[in-house]
């Protein structure tokens, strides 16, 4: 669920080094998921999504990997660039909307 | 449009002023939500419209907020009697009729209230 009130959890990475961003989520009968990058001063934008009856898919350099047992939501960024520092955030449906975690802020360092 | 448009990108206001927030969404979205975001916070949810249903108001913290929407097209979110608290960016996004899939989003409206 939302984290709202809390700051958020800092990653810090390596250039070129692959980051790992975690999610948990609470209603166990969400069947749909997604990750969104927000960038300072801009909306958050799509990044990847997957479904329930997937436990991995693959983009251009991210992944998403899902843990239905334990309702654990991973993203992957591999050879992380400076562009990549951002605000991370995932979702899951929950009846009719998407209910989105606290988000997590990536430093990539040069 | 090509995207989820919000205006104006940046109000300052004094406290007690009235303010309304602007959102067109992606033509042929049927849903549309609002949230606001604190500094360095994440995305809280304010309301939620489908269609032609009742709106989802779950999420509107106080009775100075309320939010309106036209068919299935603008949507203005308005806050009476602005309090500093009030300080965020409210985001608006908006997506298909499937219920709960992704969302694209406007890229906010910063309001600050002195």
């Known amino acids: 669920g939302e984290s709202v009130g809390l700051h958020l959890p800092t990653l810090s990475v390596q250039e070129g080094d692959n980051s790992i961003i975690n999610c948990a989520y609470s209603?166990?009968?969400?069947?749909?998921f997604i990750w969104y990058k927000q960038e300072s001063g801009k909306g958050p934008q799509f990044i990847i999504d997957?479904?329930?009856?997937?436990d991995k898919r693959q983009g251009q350099r991210v992944t998403v990997l899902l843990n239905k047992t334990v309702k654990h939501l991973s993203l992957q960024i591999a050879a992380t660039q400076p562009g990549d520092s951002a605000v991370y955030f995932c979702a899951s449906n929950a009846g009719n909307m998407l209910t989105f975690g606290g988000g997590t802020r990536l430093m990539v360092k040069p | 449009g090509a995207g989820v448009s919000q205006s104006p990108s940046n109000k300052v206001t004094e406290k007690g002023k009235d303010v309304e927030l602007r959102c067109d969404p992606i033509s042929g979205h049927t849903a549309l939500y609002w949230y606001r975001q604190r500094l360095g916070q994440g995305l809280e949810f304010l309301i939620y419209?489908?269609?032609?249903?009742?709106?989802?108001k779950s999420g509107l913290p106080s009775d100075r907020f309320s939010a309106e929407r036209t068919g299935e097209s603008v949507s203005t979110l308005t806050i009476q009697r602005t309090q500093q608290e009030d300080s965020a960016v409210y985001l608006c996004?908006?997506?298909?009729?499937?219920?709960?899939?992704?969302?694209?989003f406007g890229s906010g409206t910063q309001l600050s209230v002195l």
């Open positions: 997957i479904r329930s009856n997937m």
């Open positions: 419209f489908q269609g032609n249903s009742a709106p989802d």
């Open positions: 209603n166990s009968a969400s069947d749909y």
């Open positions: 996004a908006s997506s298909t009729d499937t219920p709960g899939e992704k969302l694209f």
